[in-house]
């Protein structure tokens, strides 16, 4: 098990700028999750872990040894790839073999043929087949040892990859995007089994994805990365809650963030379509954005703070998405509301409001502005009425 | 005119020009078969009769192989495109992987040689090997038949894009399982590179079972004729051609590509479809 370190990590491609700087450590044991929209350079952050690609500059160390320059085999790293990467023309048992081979069968052993008659051949196999076998059966795959990548189903195959891995026992595990081929049911299937897993292992998990259900259901940690950078770190409930980052607020959770335009007045206190939150804070006065996740929008039939029409209704049985156009606003704004209530009907003027706790205020660059609720820190929909 | 009965007529049309399309392209094999089974004596006739009125085949095989080694023909037909083969696999796998899937500077100028390479016809350079061989002194020899050919940029080329197919994910599987990098070549790309391998292979065998033009060139020796050579030989004898014995070498040697055609058709066609298409 192993401490994962990555100090001033960077890497150009052809001028193109990928890794801008990456510092991250990653704890023994812990379970990491890189997410960010695509290109953002996640994948190939985990390939600089992995050995599989040079950084142009900056370190990569493995329990404080600096693995630059060492082979991916050597850094005794195990990879889960998007697409399996199963070799099509062995079996089950032979694709979980292959690492245990590769390291314990000498190059003379390994020969076709000529490796049959290797005196300790014979052994080392029998070693090999006991440990192949525990793996498949830990991982229920038993019944299929015979078979062929292209006989089983995905599910399947991607526990081969899993099995693959984790048979040599390596110090960590590096997953790049292992769910996303696999249909939604049984995603969110291999969610809790990977989790299962990774409790089971105790080892470092180092994993890699565009969707940040996986992320917010399995990870320890979560490192947001956008356009090269590692913007945020912190636990799923920290990054959903309190973002840094306009970015990284609207790319955690799904729908996405609601971003209204605010002013910060000369006094400090924050106005949004021409409200005031009562909120005041030390920032410079200038342009900001107020964002409010869905769940917290809070519609009333009463006047209250800011008023919209209905342009589009959602209900998803468990819960009903209401989009809101308001005026000066282009994107419509979106309002997550229990569906077992009244729903507004489409056309219709509608009134919203939020508390000022479900308010994040970011600055026109999109950095995270602290704020304070002002001596009356009510509600604004209260303060409209009144 | 109903429209059924206007396809009748044009699919009767059109297998009768098909017919006769195929009995043009038959025709010489046909009159091959017909001339080996026909006595001296019957070939010479001037009307033109396809079934021989005495049945002289067996005679006629008997004599090809009793007067020319056709057994060591084959033999030597066998040697030379199985060791051909064996070393362009050798060779322009290890090539096209580097050139398809290994990033290293100069890779796109090299594969534009390679492409080059396609354009020289073998022609071009039969006068050039032909001196280097005689200053190495490996004219008129096994060698001489086999090593221009080792090199095929056609081969290259054509497991080049195969390999362009192959995920990058499965070689990175395999780098971070411990194959090293021509291990790789032949554990990893091998297996998956077999439809496209068998299509080269069935070029390959062929157009060097068929060739007449080099091995007539590079050697002298009886005892080293290549198939097509070996029938060649039977119209040089002193006494006129013996057309009879001559047709029936002729079937002999065209009798294996003929079998490995009829029983691997499908893989064949398939081979033809997959380099159209890539």
Redesign the interface.
């Known amino acids: 098990m192993a401490k994962i370190e990555l100090q001033a990590i960077r890497k150009t491609f052809d001028s193109t700028e990928i890794l801008k700087g990456i510092d991250l450590a990653i704890e023994d044991g812990e379970f990491v999750a890189l997410i960010g929209p695509s290109g953002c350079g996640k994948s190939t952050l985990l390939r600089i872990i992995a050995g599989l690609e040079p950084q142009s500059s900056g370190e990569v160390r493995i329990d404080g040894a600096q693995v630059d320059g060492i082979r991916p085999s050597a850094r005794n790293l195990a990879m889960v790839f998007q697409s399996y990467a199963l070799y099509p023309h062995l079996s089950v048992f032979d694709n979980i073999a292959v690492p245990l081979r590769m390291r314990r069968h000498s190059t003379l052993a390994r020969m076709p043929l000529v490796g049959r008659l290797h005196p300790a051949r014979a052994a080392t196999e029998r070693g090999i087949r006991e440990e192949v076998e525990r793996v498949a059966a830990q991982l229920e795959l038993s019944g299929f040892l015979k078979r062929k990548p292209g006989q089983l189903s995905g599910g399947q195959r991607q526990r081969v990859a899993v099995g693959r891995a984790i048979v040599r026992q390596p110090v960590g595990f590096l997953f790049d995007e292992p769910l996303s081929n696999l249909d939604a049911k049984l995603r969110v299937h291999m969610r809790a089994e990977l989790a299962q897993l990774h409790r089971q292992l105790r080892a470092t998990f180092v994993y890699v994805t565009h969707d940040q259900a996986e992320a917010m259901t399995m990870s320890s940690r979560i490192a947001v990365m956008i356009e090269g950078h590692i913007v945020q770190v912190g636990t799923p409930a920290e990054v959903y809650d309190n973002p840094q980052d306009i970015r990284v607020a609207e790319f955690v959770g799904s729908p996405k963030i609601n971003a209204l335009p605010g002013v910060i007045r000369e006094d400090g206190g924050v106005e949004v379509l021409g409200w005031p939150l009562g909120l005041s804070t030390p920032a410079a006065a200038g342009r900001c954005s107020v964002c409010v996740r869905p769940e917290r929008m809070e519609l009333s039939s009463g006047p209250s703070a800011i008023s919209g029409t209905v342009l589009h209704l959602e209900n998803l049985g468990a819960e009903a998405f209401v989009h809101i156009k308001v005026e000066r606003i282009e994107m419509p704004l979106l309002a997550r509301i229990s569906p077992d209530r009244q729903l507004p009907a489409i056309g219709s003027a509608i009134q919203f409001g939020f508390s000022t706790t479900a308010v994040r205020i970011f600055d026109a660059a999109g950095k995270r502005i602290e704020v304070t609720a002002a001596a009356r820190s009510e509600r604004i929909r209260e303060k409209a009425v009144g | 005119m109903t429209p059924r009965r206007h396809g009748i007529t044009w699919s009767a049309a059109r297998h009768l020009l098909l017919l006769a399309g195929a009995a043009f392209i038959l025709l010489p094999f046909i009159w091959m078969v017909s001339t080996a089974s026909k006595p001296q004596t019957e070939i010479f006739t001037t009307d033109i009769h396809f079934i021989p009125q005495n049945l002289a085949l067996w005679e006629n095989f008997a004599t090809a192989f009793g007067k020319a080694s056709l057994w060591r023909f084959l033999l030597n037909g066998v040697v030379v495109t199985v060791s051909i083969f064996a070393l362009q696999v050798l060779i322009a796998l290890p090539a096209a992987y580097a050139l398809a899937k290994l990033r290293f500077a100069g890779r796109e100028v090299l594969f534009a040689l390679v492409l080059f390479c396609i354009l020289i016809p073998p022609q071009a350079t039969a006068i050039p090997v032909f001196l280097l061989f005689h200053q190495i002194g490996i004219l008129d020899s096994y060698a001489a038949l086999v090593v221009p050919f080792t090199i095929s940029a056609f081969g290259i080329f054509l497991m080049r894009q195969f390999f362009k197919t192959v995920?990058d994910?499965?070689i990175?599987?395999?780098?971070?399982?411990?194959?090293t990098e021509f291990?790789i070549v032949w554990r990893?790309m091998l297996?998956?590179a077999i439809p496209a391998l068998t299509a080269f292979g069935i070029f390959s065998v062929v157009a060097h079972w068929n060739d007449y033009f080099w091995p007539l060139i590079v050697l002298n020796s009886e005892h080293l004729r290549t198939p097509p050579l070996g029938v060649a030989s039977f119209r040089n004898e002193e006494a006129g051609t013996n057309y009879g014995p001559l047709m029936a070498a002729a079937i002999v040697i065209i009798a294996p590509l003929v079998i490995a055609f009829l029983l691997a058709q499908r893989r064949f066609i398939e081979g033809i479809t997959l380099t159209g298409i890539k």
């Open positions: 995920p994910d499965l990175e599987a395999a780098r971070m399982d411990g194959i291990g990893v297996p998956t």
